[in-house]
Nanobody, 127 residues
Framework: VQLVESGGGLVQPGGSLRLSCAASELTFSRYGMGWFRQSPGKEREFVAV????????YYAHSVKDRFIISRDNAKEMAYLQMNRLTHEDTAKYYCAAGRLMDFTIPRITSELTYSYWGQGTQVTVSS
């Protein structure tokens, strides 16, 4: 199984980026897809998750109303559209795949739920 993130980079405050996550060797449509991020000196934190069907979505409070998670099962891709970026969004962003047996908040926000992880893509918000 391989998850490969792309789309990170340097962006000015207020700008936008779209991250992509390409999956391979995975029955993609059976897995929920999550995005997490980690800043230097901080724990990795949950950002957003989308269920296998796309019918259930949940965001961390810090990104709600600014970020949009989506997926394309035919292309085996997950996306994170990030808008109105701030310095606090600077982090390495990881996509992860997990069999979400239920869509409860403790489960979908826990790293332990996700079996597969990408290597991450760096997002830097700076003027």
């Amino acid at each position: 199984v391989q998850l490969v993130e792309s789309g990170g980079g340097l962006v000015q405050p207020g700008g936008s980026l779209r991250l992509s996550c390409a999956a391979s060797e995975l029955t993609f449509s059976r897995y929920g897809m999550g995005w997490f991020r980690q800043s230097p000196g901080k724990e990795r934190e949950f950002v957003a998750v989308v269920s296998w069907s796309g019918g259930n979505i949940y965001y961390a409070h810090s990104v709600k109303d600014r970020f949009i998670i989506s997926r394309d099962n035919a292309k085996e891709m997950a996306y994170l559209q990030m808008n109105r970026l701030t310095h606090e969004d600077t982090a390495k962003y990881y996509c992860a795949a997990g069999r979400l047996m239920d869509f409860t908040i403790p489960r979908i926000t826990s790293e332990l739920t996700y079996s597969y992880w990408g290597q991450g893509t760096q997002v830097t918000v700076s003027s």
